[in-house]
């Protein structure tokens, strides 16, 4: 009985002494065939062969020790090492990625007891990815896809390839096809400018990882995906931008397109809007080596969507017998820009009545009238000139307002106004002629004799006031006006109450505003539409009036405390009300010197001011060292067009800050400044927005030239349609930024669209912390967008850690590789880093100089060369010199500088010479 009761307590104190094991909660992802698996964690306090384990898949048999897999102890754990020919899950009927669960672990000593509280997700088993060999050819830079199979690729939420010869991932190539992976295949499109390998040859795949780490491929050989040839003589084909030279209207005949390598048998085209060639868009009528001349088919546009006009038509790719090749970054549907695009314009005639000189405005409607890029000019009869008798203000495309110029006059005598010819590009062919003598558009008429205005006459006048501010006094000039007249205006304005008038003689009077008062509620004209004399009101124009004066808004500038960094904030936005146009507004801003900056563009309630390259906000005598110290950026004064108005309190609309340390944002893009983001950054691509600039995004893509239907928009089957096919993919709306990330800074939102996670805004009260909401969480991979961005930030914090304080779970090759002192077989930088993306490669994205060498950069050139000719010759002079010297030689040239021999070759008589005797020569 005694020693049964000491056994008791004997077992009693060894389970007592028995820890509990506890197992860092961090999910590897790992493949099937993964030689390791590493589980971290404390209390694994016994000899390696004294611990077994329980490890299995949901629905699967535990694998076996020392069958399966064998167990050896480490410092932080415990490595479980695969035997050969075993799975760690068997992935035959399953979808990847399936979960490997640690039920159970035991130690010899503890008996049947399991000393782990709970069970323990280690690992997601993806299958072991392979590559299948691929040896069809591709060409250097003319293919633009390449597609790559293989088996294990299903589920995977990222692939890296290995290359030999190596390929810069985001750099020379971006993986279109989206994530998590669908099937077992993976899209690589290659990026504007690269190319597949630099020499022609094999492009194989060395390794692959998909989320479990990089996989040796076919040992130290790899497995062929391509192969690379050199471009074939139809790829070498290039396309200028002629939008500057050429304007067209969207209904124009012809189209040229420059360049070189088109074939004179057959060249096709594709275009951003996905018109067609062979007749049911247009047909190439005219065709060499150096240029094509394209024909409209009738009833067909260039751009249909004239809403969207002007804009520009966009050649994308060109097949000249060898396959499509682009002319841009054809994957972002960028290309050449061949054509500026207007829609023809045409005007409506019209049966207004307008006074000769005091009838102000006219307003002509029709279509194709621009907004941007140019202003519309006409020719009327009688003659007109723009500038001198009026000027031209576009509404919209349908409406066009003529504003009479002070002085001038609408006709000489009463007659009809006709618009005989109108031009809408600006160049001298686009001039279009309006039918028969010219479209009607007003009734001239005499003036309202001043016998039925009781002897006032009012001229028209164009000053610009602001509604309140600046402006205090409006003059008003005429002829007849006394003592006492009074006036009636439109909009109305009560005189004593509004303003009060100051006669000053009988060709002037002088408006008062009274003290917070306005001269006009809204923006517009200011017209006098009648005069009071005597008691009695005398219509002034037969009522409609005459203009005195334009008011435009107050202008208000809001306050803001936006960070503005010193030089990477390309554009400062100016919010407020009452802004006009890029001509007539002017800023100034302090501290910033006046000429670091100029006006973008302006809207009704936004300024945008560009810095200029090579300018900061912060002037150089201030200085931003403290990292913390900002300087405020204020309005000093503006000037809408009335006027500068100078506040006497600076408003400030920002904080001048240092530039983000470690954060690329430049505007080193091909298609900066256009109005469209173009580094991938954003996820709509959104029209240009900036005055002037035209809409260079092409609406009508995919839109209006179906490719199942001609232009009449009847359709044609199949046949026709493959016949009809000139595009050079279709449309998968798989893109390629045409840009890197971080070079289209301004058109992406600025510096300060690129987030910073690893901060979390604390009055955001949406803002996620640490959850694991995510679909992916728990999965061994940083799901959030400090990772593969699939969730939202802080909703993956198991495997991304709580914002800001990241401790990712990213697998490495900690476990997998870690017995192979030389896995790779090219163990170099280039090798290694080609699948870690752009950050870690930005030293090595190539530069590409578009713009070709000045006068100035030529001449420079040639002078340097001359100075180094020139430098050559002095130099071996000297070196033949010193050689003769050095053997004793006598040295050329010297007895010029003997005054000896100098002299007395002056004196010694030379019989022997042959000098001819001329009258003014004498010999001694």
Not at 271 to 286: A, D, P, W
Not at 896 to 913: G, Y
């Amino acid at each position: 009985m005694r020693g049964i009761f000491c056994s008791i307590l004997a077992s009693v104190a060894i389970g007592l002494t028995v820890a509990e094991v506890t197992i860092v909660p961090q999910v590897q992802t790992i493949y099937d065939r993964a030689p390791k698996l590493r589980i971290k964690g404390v209390g694994f306090d016994a000899d390696e062969h004294d611990i077994s384990i329980e490890l299995s898949a949901p629905g699967e048999d535990p694998l076996r020790m020392d069958k399966d897999f064998i167990l050896s102890k480490s410092d932080d754990g415990i490595v479980l090492k695969l035997l050969t020919s075993r799975k760690w899950v068997d992935l035959s009927n399953r979808n990847p990625p399936v979960g490997l669960i640690l039920s159970s672990v035991k130690f010899e000593s503890s008996g049947d007891r399991n000393v782990l509280p709970n069970p323990v997700i280690v690992a997601n088993v993806l299958a072991t990815p392979t590559i299948k060999e691929n040896t069809e050819v591709i060409y250097k830079t003319a293919t633009n896809e390449l597609e790559i199979e293989g088996t294990g690729f299903a589920g995977a939420k990222k692939i890296d390839l290995y290359f030999d010869p190596p390929l810069l991932k985001e750099i020379a190539y971006e993986v279109v096809s989206p994530f998590p992976l669908a099937g077992n295949s993976v899209t690589l499109r290659l990026r504007h400018n690269y190319e597949w390998a630099e020499q022609p040859g094999k492009l194989s795949v060395i390794g692959v990882d998909t989320g479990g780490g990089p996989v040796k491929l076919n040992g130290d050989v790899g497995v062929v995906v391509a192969n690379v040839q050199d471009d074939l003589e139809g790829h070498f084909i290039t396309v200028e931008d002629t939008e500057d030279e050429q304007l067209i209207y969207h209904d124009d005949p012809t189209v040229k397109i420059k360049g070189t390598g088109f074939n004179p048998d057959e060249t096709t085209l594709r275009f951003n809007n996905g018109i067609l060639g062979k007749g049911v868009n247009y047909t190439i009528s005219s065709l060499s080596e150096n240029s094509l001349t394209l024909r409209l088919t009738p009833g067909s546009f260039w751009r249909k969507n004239v809403e969207n006009l002007p804009g520009y038509l966009t050649l994308l790719a060109v097949n000249a017998g060898d396959g499509f090749v682009a002319v841009g970054p054809t994957n972002a549907a960028k290309g050449r820009d061949v054509a500026r695009v207007f829609e023809r314009p045409n005007v409506f005639s019209s049966f207004t009545k307008i006074y000769r000189t005091h009838t102000h405005e006219l307003h002509i409607r029709g279509v194709g009238f621009p907004l941007v890029m140019t202003t519309p000019q006409l020719r009327f009869n009688p003659p007109l000139t723009e500038g001198r008798d009026y000027t031209i203000r576009v509404i919209d495309r349908t409406n066009m307002e003529i504003n009479l110029k002070d002085g001038r006059e609408w006709a000489t005598g009463p007659c009809e106004l006709l618009v005989t010819d109108i031009n809408t590009r600006g160049d001298s062919a686009g001039w279009v002629k309006l039918p028969g003598e010219g479209v009607h558009v007003a009734q001239v008429v005499d003036d309202v004799d001043i016998e039925n205005t009781a002897g006032v006459e009012v001229y028209p006048m164009t000053q610009r006031v602001y509604q309140s501010v600046l402006h205090s006094k409006i003059d008003v000039t005429g002829t007849g006006f006394t003592d006492g007249i009074s006036f009636l205006f439109s909009p109305p304005l009560a005189e004593g109450v509004d303003y009060s008038i100051s006669y000053i003689n009988r060709n002037k009077v002088q408006l008062n505003l009274k003290s917070g008062k306005k001269w006009s509620q809204e923006p517009g004209l200011l017209i006098i539409k009648a005069v009071k004399v005597d008691g009695k009101d005398y219509p002034l124009a037969n009522g409609d009036g005459i203009r005195v004066a334009t008011v435009l808004e107050d202008p208000v500038v809001e306050g803001g405390d936006d960070n503005i960094h010193e030089t990477q904030s390309k554009v400062v936005v100016i919010s407020g009300r009452g802004f006009t146009n890029v001509a007539d507004v002017k800023v100034v801003l302090r501290p910033t010197v006046p000429g670091a900056y100029k006006v973008l563009s302006v809207s009704d309630d936004t300024i945008r001011l560009q810095l200029k390259p090579d300018y900061d906000w912060l002037p150089s005598f201030l200085s931003l060292a403290d990292s913390d110290k900002k300087y405020p950026l204020q309005v000093s004064s503006i000037d809408t067009g009335a006027g500068d108005i100078v506040f006497d309190s600076p408003i400030t609309i920002g904080q001048i800050v240092k530039d983000r340390e470690g954060v690329v944002c430049d505007d080193s893009c091909e298609f900066a400044f256009d109005g469209v983001c173009d580094d991938g950054t954003e996820d709509e691509m959104y029209y240009n927005y900036y005055e002037g600039g035209g809409y260079y995004m092409d609406d009508d893509f995919g839109g209006y030239y179906g490719y199942g239907q001609y232009a009449n928009g009847e359709a044609y089957d199949d046949e026709e349609e493959y016949w009809y096919d000139d595009y050079y993919m279709e449309d998968d709306q798989l893109m390629v930024s045409a840009c890197l990330k971080g070079t289209d800074c301004t058109d992406c939102g600025g510096v300060d669209a690129i987030v910073d996670y690893s901060n979390i805004d604390s009055s955001d009260s949406n803002a996620v912390v640490c959850t694991n909401t995510c679909p992916y969480a728990r999965d061994g991979q940083c799901d959030d967008p400090r990772g593969a961005n699939y969730c939202i930030l802080g909703t993956d914090c198991q495997d991304c850690g709580r914002v800001g304080a990241d401790n990712f779970t990213m697998t490495d090759d900690d476990g997998w590789w870690d017995d192979d002192d030389d896995y790779w077989t090219f163990n170099d930088g280039v090798f290694l880093d080609q699948a870690k993306g752009l950050e870690a490669n930005r030293h090595r994205v190539k530069v590409v100089h578009t713009e070709s060498a000045g006068a100035a950069a030529v001449f420079l050139t040639m002078l340097e060369g001359m100075v180094y000719t020139v430098g050559a010759i002095f130099a071996a002079a000297a070196l033949y010199l010193l050689s003769r010297w050095y053997k004793g030689q006598s040295i050329p040239f010297m007895q010029v500088f003997n005054p000896e021999s100098s002299a007395a070759a002056d004196l010694e008589m030379q019989p022997t010479r042959r000098m001819p005797i001329t009258p003014d020569v004498i010999r001694t």
